[in-house]
């Protein structure tokens, strides 16, 4: 049989899929029992006790100097100013890019400014965040509102207008307004391609946080990161990128729901 | 009733002209039927009717006023594809024609009016035989229970026009001949006239009451370097200015056809559901 033609079935899928996995936590485990063998203090490669003894320490135990649960109230203070910022740029892409799209006026009017401002490399703009909007939390959300938005505005003014033109026409044979068609037509048909934009803008809004962070912060995952490189602290950075990436993988695979959960029109007509 | 007519209507893109001298008197309940090769403007025809293009020169008149110049609810559209919204159930592409009419701020009606709406939009998908199939989605449903969703999306606002473009093109030939049936019945049922665009000749000649062919004379450059004509390039150029498709055929078909006359002006939009459940229509 050929190869291409060879197809996993469920319980190989999975065990396949496990694979890179298991080979990756393998490699990691012999580097690190190599490097601790030659020397003990190694800070580079820390063992899986040492990283579960750090986690422990800051998800279990609060601090002793701020009685928090640092990990929690990092990932509480991470995970809000994200959400908050992602959901301010999904409305005004929503907004902005269905007018754009839908009405020529607009698309001649804002369409190029648009097309420029999302060429503005967003963490460029950071300095500027923060010097009119201060350190707090107000420019990081700014950040990755400007980081994301444009984008969204873009993908979905192109959605709107490869929606087909018959579509447009027969709703107007129908008698419907331009505002109707907007609200009836055009919207329902944005809200899942929208999922799919946002669902690729996850891994830009997320750099911005932790950039902003980094600067200037003084709490989110970003923050402690930065915060425990002085320290060579490997054994909290690396189970801290695993739950940053746990936490972008659980957003993705949610909206991926949603969308199927809410949209149960879409794949049909997508595959149409 | 409207009659619609062509007073020497001309479109032409830049140099291009893709209809000339177009004069032509459609009579109130007729069934149109435009045929000629692709490229001959029959689909520039149909939309200028729509009202998604403007004529050059010349006018359109229906009922003996100038026609709007944007598409609107007195004029009936199915187009081949992409006719009804794939984000709504077979019900609610029916229903939201009345939404667009009844609901001007929301789009959408609630309580009393909708369950009108909705009984409305049941009855008459019954009778274009979608009955069973209110609560899927359109691309669930086969080419042919597509265009019966789109007959009756399009008929629920009950426009005067009915301008179908090449809407059986892609259907297999026996579900085909099964919505010649349903059309002819909508056509005999409503105080409508329709101008279906097709280029199949014989659809054309057993659904048409009339059929008109469109066709280009041949004398673009490419075609005149094909029949061997030597022209100079200047002269072909000012042919090729002067040259769109216009009518070259255009006849009654016989034996006439006619639509059945109506009952009663208040009954008149009604689909008879009785001819839907097994009746012979006429014709």
Same mark, same amino acid.
Request: net charge positive; charged share 20%.
């Given at each position: 049989?050929?190869?291409?033609?060879?197809?996993?079935?469920?319980?190989?899928?999975?065990?396949?899929?496990?694979?890179?996995?298991?080979?990756?936590?393998?490699?990691?485990?012999?580097?690190?029992?190599?490097?601790?063998?030659?020397?003990?203090?190694?800070?580079?490669?820390?063992?899986?006790?040492?990283?579960?003894?750090?986690?422990?320490?800051?998800?279990?135990?609060?601090?002793?100097?701020?009685?928090?649960?640092?990990?929690?109230?990092?990932?509480?203070?991470?995970?809000?100013?994200?959400? !908050? +910022? %992602?959901?301010?740029?999904?409305?005004? &892409? /929503?907004?902005?890019?269905? @007018?754009?799209?839908?009405?020529? *006026?607009?698309?001649?009017?804002?369409?190029?400014?648009?097309?420029?401002?999302?060429?503005?490399?967003?963490?460029?703009?950071?300095?500027?965040?923060?010097?009119?909007?201060?350190?707090?939390?107000?420019?990081?959300?700014?950040?990755?509102?400007?980081? !994301? +938005? %444009?984008?969204?505005?873009?993908?979905? &003014? /192109?959605?709107?207008?490869? @929606?087909?033109?018959?579509?447009? *026409?027969?709703?107007?044979?129908?008698?419907?307004?331009?505002?109707?068609?907007?609200?009836?037509?055009?919207?329902?048909?944005?809200?899942?391609?929208?999922?799919?934009?946002?669902?690729?803008?996850?891994?830009?809004?997320?750099?911005?946080?932790?950039?902003?962070?980094?600067?200037?912060?003084?709490?989110?995952?970003?923050?402690?990161?930065? @915060?425990?490189?002085?320290?060579?602290?490997?054994?909290?950075?690396?189970?801290?990128?695993?739950?940053?990436?746990?936490?972008?993988?659980?957003?993705?695979?949610?909206?991926?729901?949603?969308?199927?959960?809410?949209?149960?029109?879409?794949?049909?007509?997508?595959?149409? | 009733?409207?009659?619609?007519?062509?007073?020497?209507?001309?479109?032409?893109?830049?140099?291009?002209?893709?209809?000339?001298?177009?004069?032509?008197?459609?009579?109130?309940?007729?069934?149109?039927?435009?045929?000629?090769?692709?490229?001959?403007?029959?689909?520039?025809?149909?939309?200028?009717?729509?009202?998604?293009?403007?004529?050059?020169?010349?006018?359109?008149?229906?009922?003996?006023?100038?026609?709007?110049?944007?598409?609107?609810?007195?004029?009936?559209?199915?187009?081949?594809?992409?006719?009804?919204?794939?984000?709504?159930?077979?019900?609610?592409?029916?229903?939201?024609?009345?939404?667009?009419?009844?609901?001007?701020?929301?789009?959408?009606?609630?309580?009393?009016?909708?369950?009108?709406?909705?009984?409305?939009?049941?009855?008459?998908?019954?009778?274009?035989?979608?009955?069973?199939?209110?609560?899927?989605?359109?691309?669930?449903?086969?080419?042919?229970?597509?265009?019966?969703?789109?007959?009756?999306?399009?008929?629920?606002?009950?426009?005067?026009?009915?301008?179908?473009?090449?809407?059986?093109?892609?259907?297999?030939?026996?579900?085909?001949?099964?919505?010649?049936?349903?059309?002819?019945?909508?056509?005999?049922?409503?105080?409508?006239?329709?101008?279906?665009?097709?280029?199949?000749?014989?659809?054309?000649?057993?659904?048409?009451?009339?059929?008109?062919?469109?066709?280009?004379?041949?004398?673009?450059?490419?075609?005149?370097?094909?029949?061997?004509?030597?022209?100079?390039?200047?002269?072909?150029?000012?042919?090729?200015?002067?040259?769109?498709?216009?009518?070259?055929?255009?006849?009654?078909?016989?034996?006439?056809?006619?639509?059945?006359?109506?009952?009663?002006?208040?009954?008149?939009?009604?689909?008879?559901?009785?001819?839907?459940?097994?009746?012979?229509?006429?014709?």
């Amino acid at each position: 049989m050929r190869l291409l033609n060879l197809k996993p079935d469920r319980t190989w899928s999975i065990a396949l899929a496990a694979l890179p996995f298991a080979a990756l936590l393998a490699a990691y485990m012999m580097g690190s029992a190599m490097r601790l063998a030659e020397n003990p203090n190694d800070k580079l490669l820390p063992s899986l006790t040492a990283m579960g003894e750090a986690v422990k320490h800051y998800a279990l135990e609060p601090d002793p100097r701020s009685g928090l649960y640092l990990m929690w109230n990092d990932t509480l203070s991470s995970m809000s100013l994200l959400l !908050t +910022a %992602l959901a301010i740029s999904t409305f005004i &892409a /929503l907004v902005f890019g269905i @007018l754009i799209g839908l009405l020529p *006026i607009m698309g001649a009017t804002f369409g190029p400014v648009v097309g420029v401002a999302s060429m503005v490399p967003p963490l460029a703009l950071l300095p500027i965040l923060f010097i009119i909007m201060g350190l707090g939390d107000a420019a990081k959300i700014a950040l990755i509102v400007i980081g !994301t +938005a %444009l984008k969204l505005i873009r993908d979905v &003014a /192109l959605r709107v207008e490869d @929606l087909p033109r018959e579509q447009l *026409i027969k709703a107007q044979t129908l008698g419907a307004s331009t505002w109707q068609i907007g609200l009836r037509v055009v919207l329902p048909q944005m809200l899942p391609r929208l999922i799919d934009s946002v669902r690729l803008e996850l891994g830009p809004a997320w750099l911005f946080l932790i950039a902003a962070e980094a600067i200037a912060s003084d709490s989110g995952l970003g923050y402690r990161i930065f @915060l425990v490189r002085r320290y060579l602290a490997m054994d909290v950075i690396i189970p801290y990128v695993i739950w940053i990436t746990l936490l972008a993988f659980l957003m993705d695979l949610a909206l991926r729901l949603l969308q199927r959960k809410a949209f149960p029109w879409f794949a049909g007509a997508r595959a149409a | 009733m409207t009659a619609i007519v062509f007073d020497n209507v001309w479109k032409e893109y830049g140099d291009h002209v893709v209809l000339e001298r177009i004069d032509l008197t459609i009579a109130p309940r007729s069934f149109v039927a435009l045929v000629g090769p692709s490229g001959c403007g029959k689909t520039t025809f149909l939309r200028m009717l729509l009202g998604e293009e403007k004529p050059t020169r010349g006018k359109i008149l229906v009922g003996g006023n100038p026609l709007k110049t944007e598409p609107d609810a007195d004029r009936g559209v199915v187009f081949q594809r992409y006719s009804v919204f794939p984000h709504l159930t077979v019900l609610a592409n029916v229903m939201i024609g009345r939404e667009f009419e009844r609901a001007c701020l929301l789009g959408k009606l609630f309580g009393e009016a909708r369950r009108a709406a909705e009984a409305e939009a049941r009855h008459l998908l019954e009778a274009v035989g979608l009955k069973g199939h209110e609560d899927k989605y359109p691309a669930s449903l086969s080419g042919g229970m597509q265009q019966r969703l789109a007959l009756a999306q399009a008929i629920n606002r009950k426009p005067r026009i009915l301008l179908l473009d090449e809407p059986f093109g892609a259907l297999d030939p026996g579900i085909r001949a099964d919505i010649h049936v349903l059309i002819r019945r909508i056509w005999n049922e409503n105080s409508l006239t329709i101008v279906m665009v097709t280029h199949d000749l014989s659809e054309a000649f057993r659904l048409g009451t009339r059929v008109i062919a469109f066709e280009r004379p041949r004398n673009r450059p490419e075609e005149l370097e094909r029949y061997g004509a030597t022209l100079g390039e200047v002269s072909a150029k000012a042919i090729v200015a002067a040259s769109g498709a216009s009518i070259t055929q255009d006849f009654d078909v016989w034996p006439r056809k006619v639509a059945e006359p109506l009952p009663s002006a208040d009954t008149q939009l009604d689909l008879k559901l009785a001819s839907a459940n097994g009746a012979k229509p006429p014709g």
